[in-house]
């Protein structure tokens, strides 16, 4: 069913907006994917802060023609769906690689960092990078480490010295 003017006009607004606020989008053919195996990802996707949406591809290309975005909607036959990252970079990455490796079907087509097009072959490169948390976390580790490692040597001095003023106690008493 032709959407009227006035939901195109509408629909171009959403995707041109969403465009301008993700931090990461992968566009994807889902042209054979079981409806459960959809709502799965997209359960996924949204609790990771994304969102996962079907648009036109000629409304797209509009979007994309406004904004400067290189790729070819001619090149493909198939259903068109964006997977959008609003919080995080990786973790929406890591969750469409999951479900991809579990259903055939879906097709990786490109995507976007920000306004930089990502290949198929980038994109798998971020899927294998870790989060932002993970990240974080190892950062931290690595910052707080001397500092253990210091305590650590200096509580061992102190254990020894404790150790040998209770075997001096020992021999008195014997």
Known sequence: ?????????????????????????????????????????????????GEIKVFKKTLAKIVFKKLN???????????LAFLFGFQ?????LKAFGQIEKEEENIKILGGFLKTDFLSIEKIKELENLP????????????????????????SGNLEKFVFVLSQIKVKKEQ
Do not use: C, Y
Not at 140 to 147: E, H, T, Y
């Open 1 to 49: 069913m032709p959407l009227s003017k006035e939901k195109k006009k509408l629909q171009i607004e959403e995707l041109e907006r969403k465009m301008k606020e993700q931090k990461i989008v992968l566009l994807f053919d889902f042209a054979k994917v079981k409806t459960e195996k959809m709502n799965l990802l997209r359960k996924k996707i949204k609790e990771l802060g």
């Open 69 to 79: 975005l290189p790729f070819d909607f001619d090149s493909f036959k198939g259903q």
């Open 88 to 92: 995080d970079e990786i973790l929406p």
């Open 131 to 154: 989060s932002k948390s993970e990240t974080l976390g190892r950062l931290v580790f690595a910052l707080s480490w001397p500092i253990l490692g210091l305590r650590k040597v200096l």
